[in-house]
């Protein structure tokens, strides 16, 4: 990684949700689809579709990318909306809410992005949940800003070292599209051993 290098906004999410499949997606460009990430691109493929256009008094525009000079950041968005000129974004995930935090990085690193862009302060944006068809609220806190600037210091780490982060068994192994690649637990008997 070198000064002109920016980080894809959905490294955030990857690395929240695990630095190991982070390291391997971004570093090794390793990946592989299953059920859940092939769900994901198929709606991603339907809401890149470039338009703007109002739905009632909310002005649309969809798949504009966003980019911070200041965070090195870049990135598609799925959808910007403007409400009474209050801009936000809404980022769509197939599936319910999950257990993790890792999409309130992603909308948190967009509305970063689209503060530089714009000058204006971002105080909200939404995630978009395909199965519930709900909207959920994320505010841009403090303490989420916090979280995502950490988040991306740590992934400027990992893309400048390339240091590869353990591949720690959790829960979240279970729906990873990663896991024969990486077999976790298998890993971690073998990093057992060594350390006898
Ligand atoms: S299988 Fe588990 S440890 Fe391996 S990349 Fe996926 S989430 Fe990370």
């Known amino acids: 990684m070198n000064d002109t290098d920016y980080i894809p906004i959905a490294a955030l999410n990857q690395y929240a949700y695990c630095p190991h499949r982070c390291w391997r997606m971004f570093c090794a460009a390793e990946f592989i689809d299953n059920q859940y990430t092939i769900e994901g691109t198929s709606l991603h493929d339907?809401?890149?579709?470039?338009?703007?256009?109002?739905?009632?008094?909310?002005w649309q525009i969809r798949a504009i990318w966003l980019k911070s000079e200041?965070?090195?950041?870049?990135?598609?968005?799925?959808l910007i909306e403007s409400e009474s000129g209050q801009l936000y974004p809404v980022e769509y995930k197939r599936g319910r809410k999950g257990e993790w935090d890792n999409d309130e990085l992603q909308v948190c690193a967009q509305a970063l992005c689209l503060e530089e862009m714009?000058?204006?302060?971002?105080?909200?944006?939404?995630?978009?949940?395909?199965h519930s068809h709900q909207r959920q609220l994320v505010e841009i806190s403090d303490a989420l800003r916090e979280d995502a600037i950490a988040t991306i210091?740590?992934?400027?780490?990992?893309f400048q070292t390339g240091i590869i982060p353990p591949a720690i068994y959790s829960k979240r192994c279970k729906g990873c599209s990663l896991y024969s690649q990486c077999l976790p637990q298998l890993a971690e008997k073998v990093r057992r051993y060594q350390e006898c």
Do not use: N
């Open 70 to 78: 200041r965070y090195q950041l870049i990135g598609k968005s799925d």
């Open 118 to 130: 714009t000058g204006q302060i971002i105080p909200q944006g939404f995630i978009y949940y395909a």
């Open 153 to 158: 210091q740590s992934i400027t780490t990992l």
């Open 46 to 58: 339907r809401v890149h579709t470039t338009g703007e256009g109002h739905r009632e008094e909310t």
